[in-house]
């Protein structure tokens, strides 16, 4: 008798143990806007970095191109069904991704959004809101090119994408500044350039004209960065305008160096990701957070390069 007991616990306690899925460790997904651009390979690498010291898994999933806002609301919706412990999402869209947020936060996982805005409020929608100050960041490429300028000159604004809550701001930063001089004028800023620098680059040539008769150019993000920089060099006007742009990748710090960039806005991605998964990890555990972390910003010029400051910002 004592052996079939022993046996019928045994048998328990393997059913259990089989059906029992939970993983180890706490689960952490990490959803970009998407895959390809360099800045969110460092803010991979900073969530990597909390997951490690945090000795939680980090899952890294976001859509292939920042134009997939299907595909990035289908794997919000994914993780919420595989039950993870917490999920950090970068928005690819200020109100498409408002339902799968609210379908984690009914399911109790805690959501913390980075990088860019989601309509809704922190510390009720959502766990917290961790991002560079957008609008600050769009003044100083305004205030910069104002400056290189002379506070005299016409200039273009290639826009990144329509729904994307922190491009917006830049933009909106940077108009505010060029309409409070009254020496400057702006040609162009009712163009997209859109999620990839290819596209960006062709957005600029069709708006060539308008470049030829600019004294300055501003780009809100990597993408459209780079696509008015192969624009540019592409009708040899790069050099002859002064061009100001948002993020730091190799191609574009070569770009700096070689003065076919006059300065480039600067985030801190690395401690995006980290702070992201710091505070969705004490989430979880049911820790008070900070509703609003504000990751910096600054603007970079040639000579700034030789800083030891901007060096470790920039990876050099």
């Known amino acids: ?43 991979e690498a900073g969530a990597e970095q909390a997951g490690k010291e945090l000795g939680i898994e980090i899952i890294w999933k976001g859509p292939l191109k920042e134009n997939d806002r299907s ?23 200020d109100s498409a991704l408002v339902t799968p947020v609210q379908e984690a936060a009914g399911a109790k996982i805690p959501v913390v959004i980075i990088d860019s805005a989601l309509k809704g409020e922190a510390g009720k929608d959502f766990v917290s809101y961790i991002a560079t100050d ?19 000159g016409k200039v273009v604004l290639l826009r990144y994408q329509e729904g994307s809550a922190s491009t917006t701001e830049r933009e909106a930063g940077f108009l505010g500044v060029i309409r409070k001089n009254p020496g400057m004028s ?18 600029a040539m069709n708006m060539l004209d308008q470049l030829k008769a600019a004294d300055g150019v501003f780009c809100p993000n ?34 700096l160096k070689g003065g076919d960039i ?27 957070v900070n509703r609003h972390i504000d990751t ?14 901007i060096q470790k910002l920039i990876g050099q």
């Open 262 to 288: 006059d300065a480039l806005v600067a985030q801190d991605p690395v401690k995006m990701g980290y702070q992201g998964v710091k505070t969705a990890v004490a989430a979880a555990r049911g820790q008070s």
């Open 186 to 203: 702006v040609l162009v800023e009712n163009r997209f350039g859109g999620a990839t620098a290819n596209e960006s680059q062709k957005e």
């Open 134 to 152: 957008n609008e600050k960041g769009g003044e100083l490429a305004g205030e910069k090119l104002v400056s290189l300028l002379g506070g005299k």
């Open 222 to 255: 990597e993408s459209s960065t780079f696509g008015m920089l192969l624009a540019l060099r592409q009708a040899g006007l790069a050099g002859k305008i002064k061009f100001v742009g948002f993020d730091v990748t190799p191609q574009l710090i070569d770009a």
């Open 296 to 309: 910096g910003v600054r603007i970079i010029g040639k000579p700034d390069l030789s800083d030891p400051v």
């Open 1 to 43: 008798m004592r052996k079939i007991m022993a046996m019928i616990a045994l048998g328990a306690a393997l059913y259990v143990g089989a059906c029992d899925k939970r993983p180890q460790k706490l689960q952490v997904a990490v959803i970009p806007k998407g895959t390809t651009h360099v800045y969110w390979k460092s803010v």
């Open 71 to 93: 595909q990035q609301i289908a794997i919000v919706e994914q993780f919420v069904a595989d039950r993870v412990g917490a999920i950090v999402l970068a928005p690819l869209d």
